[in-house]
């Protein structure tokens, strides 16, 4: 069974720092490409971050680029995100998705979602 | 950069065709994407490449994708498919996923 469970979100001061984390399990990591994707309350899904199979390519939002790096780790079948400069607009759901091995395939398996609160 | 525009609800009785449309700029050229999010829950992608369905999506759920329209219909619509949906495509001028800015499907 594919799982992807994140964690690492929590409730953090403007301009402070977070790392996010998803670990899958049930495939194999390293043959997919990866996104993150995050949703503000009461709001649509957002698209926040991509990282290919070896991390060669590497996609940001244009609201989260210079601020965000994804990374990923195929040994360990994790992904992280790691979030710096955090504002208010940044609260929001953070999702893991697997994406296929083409940059226009579907997120077919997502995460649970881990909070990610930005306030003073 | 690229938009992809979703009408915010759509309301349909039991048992009827419910129509969720995603307008973007030439979108018939790209490979359209749908989710299904219910309340409290991730997204489940329940048409894929346009009009095709994952294993285990009913087949009263279809998808078409032409021009400046891509569509998802939902046939003889039950209770349990109010949620929200949304379309995405990959922008390969950009390098961005696009997400439509969704549509809440309500049951009469």
């Known amino acids: 069974e594919v799982q992807l469970v994140e964690s690492g979100g929590g409730l953090v001061k403007p301009g402070g720092s977070l790392r996010l984390s998803c670990v899958v399990s049930g495939f194999k990591f390293s043959s997919y490409t990866m996104n993150w994707v995050r949703q503000a309350p009461g709001k649509g899904l957002e698209w926040v971050s991509f990282i290919s199979t070896s991390s060669s390519y590497i996609y940001y939002a244009d609201s989260v680029k210079g601020r965000f790096t994804i990374s990923r780790d195929n040994a360990r079948n994790s992904l992280y995100l790691h979030m710096n400069s955090l504002r208010a607009e940044d609260t929001a759901l953070y999702y893991c998705a697997r994406v296929g091995s083409g940059y226009d395939d579907p997120h077919d398996h997502w995460g649970q979602g881990t909070q990610v609160t930005v306030t003073s | 950069s690229y938009v992809l525009t979703q009408p915010p609800s759509v309301s349909v009785a039991p048992g009827q065709t419910a129509r969720i449309t995603c307008g973007g700029d030439d979108i018939g050229s790209k490979s359209v994407h749908w989710y299904q999010q219910k309340p409290g829950q991730a997204p489940v992608q329940v048409v894929y490449d346009d009009s095709d369905r994952p294993s285990g999506i009913p087949g009263r759920f279809s998808g078409s994708n032409s021009g400046n329209t891509a569509t998802l219909t939902i046939s003889t619509v039950a209770a349990g498919d109010e949620a929200d949906y949304y379309c995405?495509?990959?922008?390969?001028?950009?390098?961005?996923?696009?997400f439509g800015t969704g549509t809440k499907v309500t049951v009469l």
């Open positions: 995405q495509v990959w922008h390969s001028r950009s390098d961005h996923y696009v």
